[in-house]
């Protein structure tokens, strides 16, 4: 028999389809996606953070049994990281070790942002040693679309540790922004942090919901609602956001991630590897000859052999790789008859399948194709050149990647090979930019086995022009007091944004020294960055005078001219309060009588105190330009004037004025003198609209008061109320949907615990 001789014969016969050996294998579906459980050496909480973690472990069962548990004593580094590997989701139950914290000036990626785990195997929960962000992104490679929950660590949503002062909002960025870089180095597109809730509702919504991770996180029991947001600056492209239990402090959860990653994406698909080797012959597909004397290779399927030899007219030699293309027929040994060709393309033909065996015969997928922020400006200020796409593939691949300008037309191209794919431009072609604008990528990978090739596409901007801003002269409001008493903790700075952009805002004395600096992302048009007070070392700052400078960055880098505008800190007044919220003295009995008014000096200033009305008017004065020190004051007022008589009835506010000569602060709060406070859940109501009514009463009632409505056009109607709380009534009120006045009353009345009839009365306008 003759050997293959290159070219020898070429025959490429088109036959009626027929029944495949195999067929091609389809996408993969969700087959168990890998999740692993984390306990770290974390002390005396240990055991109770492996009894939480067992409890999630409880759950994740109901939806996959590929979980692997990693609990202390034994949860080295090397059993971690071996884990770790192809993980879809991951929990960590353990110590963190974060930055900026207040131990080291500078970064220590080796034992920040990661896990405390054992030093050794079997020595108990107290021999820990932190492994960091450098171990992560450096030796472990994640599953495709991978969730990192962090769990009760410390550092890892902007939070502090126990005992520890809370962090300014500067300093929370920067924590979990940190904390979640390494983790997505090594793969994870998501890195969510929960001090103190459980990661139970996160497997169930990943497992169970069709959402976005950015909803998934906003649905968690825990949420505050309190959501600020920013570019990430450890992990361009991806988003970072907080939720503070307050405001602007308790910094207890986070995320960041790619918003619109799907639970779909994390546990909808196995991510399997597409390299291995079929059960049987794949049609279309790939095989090798591996019968030692090789295989005979037929000019037609009816296997016509030499006329001269009565053999094969060519044997393919073992070890000879071919493309099936076709099964036709059956041979007389009972095995396919398939039309192939060999990989370099120099001969086809038809041949037993007896003598073959399968090969790889799926196409490579691609996973995690990520352009990073998305766009890139070319113009030559060093910032934001190029613009890299990265990807992985289901298994080792020759890759394409084609940079295009909208028509399709070739601008660049990069090719290699391997499993990691990654890619840069730099807008040149030729060495002159391209022009400003969207241009395509596409990506294309082919196995080794000349399976069909796969190809993936995205967008990428181009955008060489700065971002323009026009900024307000001063904060709103102009002058705060960053004292954690809730009353204008914060200031504000309003800008008008030509795009959507991250605002770089760094805060300088009246010396010109920085005091601190953040970032924000801003959205086209109108917005506001946000100024806690706080300074970079995460204490409030001195009274004074600063400027907030803002400068915008857009996803291509582009940087535009920085802004400036004042604002004052003057925080030495505080927590100016009222002990009640009515109060009811002008009857003269032992009920409601008296009402504490209370204030606090952060330093020391010359204080006016004054009571005074609605209108503004001074009906009680405690102290005209008294010099005080820092401390807290108080006094008792039972509702009298200066001249010792009962006020009307009414609102009154304690007013509070402080000065160090320099700067003014006014607060005040508020109290109603009367039997009642009345409160409308709308205070300009329509007709025909449903009131809720609340109603205070400042004295112990022998039943529950009533609710009476004057509306124009009608006669007056009772509600009966139901109580809430001690002194606390509500009632739902439907108003009439006609008439033409536009005052409307809403009077309470009832009897004490004297059985003395009260009352009391608003007005609103009626729309």
Request: proline share 6%; net charge neutral; hydrophobic share 35%.
């Amino acid at each position: 028999m003759r050997r293959l001789a290159p070219l020898l014969f070429a025959v490429l016969l088109v036959l009626p389809s027929m029944a495949a050996v195999d067929p091609a294998p389809a996408a993969a579906v969700a087959v168990n996606p890998k999740v692993v459980l984390i306990v770290g050496a974390t002390h005396g909480s240990t055991s109770q953070y492996r009894t939480y973690m067992e409890q999630t472990y409880q759950t994740v069962r109901r939806y996959t049994t590929n979980v692997v548990r990693v609990y202390s004593p034994n949860a080295t580094w090397s059993a971690v990281k071996t884990a770790l590997q192809g993980a879809s989701i991951v929990v960590y139950m353990g110590h963190g070790n974060g930055y900026p914290n207040p131990y080291v000036g500078y970064p220590r990626p080796e034992v920040q942002n990661g896990f405390g785990l054992n030093a050794a195997a079997g020595q108990g929960d107290y021999n820990n040693k932190y492994y960091g962000e450098q171990y992560i992104a450096a030796d472990v490679k994640l599953a495709p679309s991978a969730v990192v929950i962090l769990s009760h660590a410390c550092y890892s949503a902007g939070n502090s540790e126990p005992g520890l002062a809370e962090p300014s909002l500067t300093v929370a960025k920067q924590r979990l922004d940190n904390y979640a870089a390494g983790f997505i180095k090594a793969g994870a597109r998501a890195v969510i942090a929960e001090v103190y809730g459980s990661p139970d509702p996160y497997i169930v919504s990943l497992f169970t919901t069709h959402q976005t991770i950015e909803q998934i996180w906003r649905a968690a029991p825990t949420f505050n609602n309190n959501v600020f947001t920013f570019a990430s600056v450890r992990s361009p492209g991806y988003t970072a956001f907080g939720d503070p239990e307050n405001r602007w402090s308790s910094f207890r959860r986070s995320l960041v991630g790619k918003p619109d990653l799907r639970s779909d994406d994390v546990t909808g698909a196995s991510y399997a590897r597409t390299d291995g080797t079929p059960g049987t012959l794949v049609v279309p597909g790939a095989a090798e000859v591996t019968a030692p004397a090789g295989a005979g290779l037929y000019p037609d399927a009816a296997m016509t052999p030499d006329p001269v030899t009565g053999q094969a007219p060519v044997t393919l030699p073992a070890g000879t790789k071919l493309r099936l293309l076709e099964r036709a027929g059956t041979g007389p040994d009972g095995s396919p008859v398939l039309l192939v060709r060999t990989f370099d393309e120099s001969a086809s033909g038809y041949v037993l399948g007896s003598g073959l065996s399968p090969r790889d015969s799926a196409s490579p997928a691609l996973w995690a194709i990520d352009t990073g922020t998305g766009a890139f400006s070319p113009n030559g200020d060093g910032r934001g050149e190029t613009i890299t796409v990265t990807a992985r593939a289901s298994e080792s691949v020759s890759w394409r990647v084609d940079f295009t300008d909208p028509d399709g037309t070739p601008l660049a191209s990069r090719t290699g090979s391997g499993e990691e794919i990654s890619a840069s431009w730099d807008g040149l072609v030729d060495g002159t930019p391209v022009a400003d604008g969207t241009y395509r990528v596409k990506l294309t990978a082919r196995d080794a086995w000349q399976n069909s090739p796969t190809t993936e596409e995205a967008a990428v901007t181009v955008d060489t022009v700065a971002p323009e801003a026009a900024v307000a002269e001063a904060a709103t409001p102009a002058q705060f007091s960053p004292n954690g008493d809730g009353a204008t903790d914060t200031t504000k700075l309003g800008l008008e944004s030509s795009e959507a952009a991250t605002a770089a805002v760094t805060v300088t004395d009246a010396s010109g020294d920085a005091v601190d600096s953040f970032s924000e992302s801003v959205v086209a048009g109108t917005d506001a960055v946000t100024w806690d007070g706080r300074t970079s070392a995460g204490g409030y700052a001195p009274d004074g005078s600063y400027t907030l400078r803002v400068q915008l960055r857009d996803a291509a880098g582009n940087r535009g001219p920085t802004q400036a505008a004042a604002v004052v800190v003057y925080a030495a007044l505080s927590k100016v309060k009222s002990s009640v919220s009515v109060f009811y003295p002008q009857d003269g009995d032992t009920y409601g009588r008296t009402v504490l008014f209370s204030f606090t000096l952060r330093s020391a200033a010359t204080v006016t105190w004054t009571v005074r009305d609605e209108a503004g008017t001074a009906v009680r004065t405690r102290m005209a330009d008294r010099a005080l020190a820092a401390g807290s004051y108080s006094f008792t007022w039972g509702g009298r004037n200066d001249a010792g008589a009962f006020v009307p009835k009414g609102k009154y506010y304690s007013t509070v004025t402080a000065t160090d000569g320099t700067y003014t602060a006014t607060q005040r709060s508020t109290v109603t003198a009367a039997p009642f406070r009345i409160v409308s859940s709308d205070t300009t109501p329509a007709r025909g609209q449903r009131l809720t009514v609340t109603i205070y009463s400042a004295e112990p009632l022998k039943r529950n008061p009533t609710l009476r409505v004057s509306q124009p056009g009608y006669s007056s109607w009772s509600v009966s109320t139901a109580r809430v709380s001690s002194g606390v009534y509500r009632a739902s009120v439907t108003l009439r949907s006609g008439g033409s006045g536009t005052t409307l009353g809403l009077r309470a009345d009832g009897y004490d615990a004297a059985s003395r009839y009260q009352w009391a009365r608003i007005t609103l306008p009626l729309h």
